[in-house]
């Protein structure tokens, strides 16, 4: 009885006309307003980091205005705005109530659904975020002991488990909070009633240290979708005995997840990295196919075998080894230290500076 229904089409424009009257028919019974001459308060809609501009944000502004020079602070991210467009990429200098813009200028990506607020300076939204990030640290660190997958059954029938943390990392901000509203939803099934899923951090790019810290001082397991962890990640990980687990499907993560809770974990081809590589020149063949010619930082570079190309620790292709060869001559493998060429089957878009991770697929059988 409180809600208009309206019935709108997108695709034959049915009822567009309809639903604004009705919108601003609700803001005026409802008496909604908002005051244009105070500070700007808003919401990040959706926010991603941009190769070329850095953090970029979609704000929906509230209440204030927001101009082209606000110092702004949303969660544990603050900055000065250095460009302002609205929807049709026009350059704006200032911004009102209800109006969406996309904002460059903060210092890292903000979390989709915070709070944005516009403030004085930059040492009042420094301060603010530097409160936030102690306030967040707080809240994740809790127990030392290491879970995984594989023994998170045992744990919880022992009752040494009643939580269990997550760390989810995906390649955009989009996926990140579609992965973390379909984990939070195991919460009311009752297949998982034993333990309650929590996700303690989460953000876009690459598995790093900080992660891995964060999953060791907070008993959690990481999960990656379409993402990989660097070098330095994945020596810490075998370090501090954290569980680093990484997807191409969601529903793999839920499945993994659920059936590790109520311990019917069954065997899965798993992968072994074998080493990593560094592209340091391209060749393009008479044929169009590229040739990278590549340097091994660490392990070894097998012609049987399968490679990921990580641009940025993102995930952009995986497939065969079609090529391998040192000089002119066709190679088994080719070590850490030495260089060679490398083709991808069916890929030809091996860039510069890409990073190849070698692996082998295994059969492992899960114990519980």
Known sequence: GDTIMVEVSAKTKQGIPELLD????VAEVLELKANPDR??????????LDKGKGPMATILVQKGTLTNDSYIVSGTCYGHIRAMNDDKKKRLKTAG????VVVL???????AG?????????KTAREIAARNIAQEREEKLASKNKVSLNNLFDKIKEGELKDLNLIVKADVKGTVEALNQSLLKLNDNEDVDEVQVNIIHSGTGGINESDINLASASNALVIGFNVRPNINAIE????????????????DILNDVKNAISGMLTPEITEEVLGRCEVRETFKLPSNDIVAGIYVLKGKIARKAFVKVLRDDVIIHEGA???????????????Q??????????????QVNDLLECYIEKEIKKEI
Do not use: H, W
């Open 97 to 100: 109530p209800a109006t969406p």
């Open 337 to 350: 230290g030495y260089e060679g060429g490398l083709m991808v089957e069916n890929f030809n878009d091996i």
């Open 114 to 122: 915070d709070m944005v607020y516009a403030v004085q300076d930059e």
């Open 22 to 25: 009705m919108v601003l028919l």
């Open 321 to 335: 080894i079609s090529s391998l060869k040192r000089f002119q001559d066709d190679a088994k493998e080719i070590a």
């Open 236 to 251: 810490l990980a075998k370090q501090e005995e954290v569980d680093v687990r990484t997807y191409r499907v969601i529903y």
């Open 105 to 111: 200028g903060l210092d890292g990506v903000p979390n």
């Open 39 to 48: 500070l700007a308060i808003g919401t990040i809609v959706e926010a991603r």
